[in-house]
């Protein structure tokens, strides 16, 4: 849960950078104003949590980002002070695809969207209302830590599976567009070495691998980087702990890496508008 600490911390780093925070953010919602950014991925990574922050709606004081609140069909976030502007989150449970992502392929192979923001999590996707014990991967024999260990193994499976649809759309796509892989949950996998393997050597590697080999550089960009929204536990929406945030991992960390997301889609955005 956010306390008074990290509300005063935020509070600090955009005061100490209010010009330089405003200067991005006007420059990217001006941008937005003339394209569109999707935001995807598997189910509770914290999509939604991510549009509502890249809008504007977001409240760190009001809201409860920690609790995971499934949706079940398309979102759109609408800018504050724009209505008609708009951040789509697809939703990213598999048995929603079909549907929700039907009209997909052929929007982002027609450049309908200028920007993607793929969201994973390392494998720690938040567990719908239900606790662990009532979970399909869970074994009463093998106990809480064999399930963590077989619920991260799937929900990557599930991670990599998005990228394998969603890539061949963007190879396909004739216009300028940009991919940040946004590894989210960062206080969760902080320190864990398998997390650079995994994105560099791993399944989820080769296929940013072999994306980027099939765009000509002038017309794709790809950037990768961790982020955590919050710092929490891992827990049930009943707060059974099923891990706890790494160790080393404060609210200056967690807000460095709010502002690096905010760094780096200005780079993406202004590489976006080069002629």
């Not at 990574?45 to 809201?63: N, Y």
């Not at 706890?244 to 200056?252: A, L, T």
Request: with cysteine; hydrophobic share 35%.
């Amino acid at each position: 849960m956010i306390g008074a600490k990290e509300v005063q911390e935020w509070g600090m780093w955009a005061w100490d950078n209010r010009k330089v925070a405003i200067d991005l953010w006007v420059a990217f919602r001006r941008w937005l104003k003339k394209s569109r950014l999707l935001v995807i991925g598997p189910g509770g990574t914290g999509k939604t949590t991510l549009a509502r922050l890249l809008s504007g709606e977001f409240d760190w004081l009001l809201d409860s980002p920690w609790r995971y609140n499934e949706d079940i069909a398309i979102t759109k976030h609408k800018l504050r002070n724009d209505a008609t502007t708009q951040v789509i989150v697809m939703p990213g449970q598999t048995h929603r695809q079909p549907s929700s992502w039907a009209k997909l392929g052929e929007q982002l192979t027609t450049g309908y969207y200028r920007g993607v923001i793929l969201v994973t999590a390392f494998g720690y996707h938040s567990l719908p209302r239900i606790s662990y014990k009532e979970h399909r991967l869970y074994n009463r024999s093998k106990g809480i830590d064999q399930f963590r260990s077989d619920y991260l193994a799937a929900c990557r499976t599930d991670e990599i599976e998005c990228l394998r649809k969603l890539s061949p759309y963007l190879q396909a796509c004739r216009k300028k567009v940009w991919l940040l892989s946004l590894v989210a949950k960062q206080d969760l996998w902080f320190g864990d070495p398998e997390v650079e393997r995994w994105h560099t050597e791993g399944d989820c590697g080769e296929q940013i691998t072999e994306l980027c080999r099939a765009k000509p550089p002038e017309l794709f960009r790809h950037e990768r980087l961790g982020a955590s929204h919050i710092i929490s536990n891992f827990v049930t929406y009943y707060d059974e702990i099923l891990k706890k945030n790494s160790e080393g991992y404060d609210h200056r960390a967690q807000i460095e890496s709010l502002r690096r997301v905010i760094e780096v889609i200005d780079g993406l955005r202004k590489w976006e508008a080069e002629k």
